[in-house]
């Protein structure tokens, strides 16, 4: 069942049991930019790209093999690699840029809800990285592009010129901004067309095999592969260390012996 269909199923059956906006609340989605798949991005990339700018990951290790980044990548003329370690990645690329962890730098988040909160640093960073934010500003040509001349001026924005000061000292203190948040919104939903949706998902065939992939509980999808005491890790549940096994039923084992022993 794919994604979209499982949230119209859990959405149909929080409606049904009355708990959408008592134990339940929708929001609309705060990032509403429009998003382009990775496919789209290689095959931009092979069309001679001119500069790529790449924020954390390392996806020449673990972009998925068949489309090709790593050899999309050697067509893009200028290539930047933001990132806290140098991996395969930043080998590919043009430039690599130290990545200032969050405990270094200045930033701002907003919540589901609209609370709008703020990021203070512990500590200078250590190795002269930048944040992500400070590289855009950077680049949009913004000489006031520090951290901490973004967190104020975005505040700034939010809140007005008057008492400024007051209100940033105060946000910091309590660590969140006072601002309107945003009201939840009902999911509205046809009814007709989630039966269809869900009526197109057929049942698999009895007796056959299934697999399923979920991500290591230690590394993750493999970007936590570098730190060798995540790998050393075991199995919550089946203890494995350093195994990357097939699971199956006891039931299942004992059907088909070629997988015992």
Known sequence: ??????????AAINVALGNSGATVHYYPEPDSAERQGLAELVEAMRAGLDTLVILGGNPVYDAPGDLGFAAALGSVQ????????????????????????????WGDYYAI?????LQQPLIAPLRRGVAPHELFAFIAGIRAFRGYNLVRNTLRE??????????????????????????????????????????????????????VFIPSYQTWDGAEAH????????????????GNAAYISPRDAQDQPRFIG
């Not at 809800?113 to 909160?117: K, Q």
């Not at 660590?175 to 009526?199: N, Y």
């Open 1 to 10: 069942m794919c994604s979209s269909d499982l949230h119209a199923l859990a």
């Open 227 to 242: 730190n060798p005491w995540l790998l050393e890790l075991p199995d919550p549940v089946t203890k494995v260390v350093w």
């Open 158 to 211: 939010r809140v007005g010129e008057v008492g400024f000061e007051r209100r940033w000292r105060r946000s910091l203190h309590a660590g969140v901004v006072e601002l309107p948040l945003q009201r939840p919104r009902p999911p509205a939903l046809q009814d007709s067309e989630v039966a269809t949706a869900l009526g197109t998902n057929e049942p698999a065939a009895p007796g056959g095999w299934e697999a």
């Open 113 to 117: 809800d609209g609370t709008y909160s």
């Open 78 to 105: 200028n290539s930047v690699h933001l990132s806290m370690r140098a991996d395969e990645t930043s080998s590919a690329c043009s430039w690599h840029l130290p990545m200032a962890h969050e405990l270094e730098s």
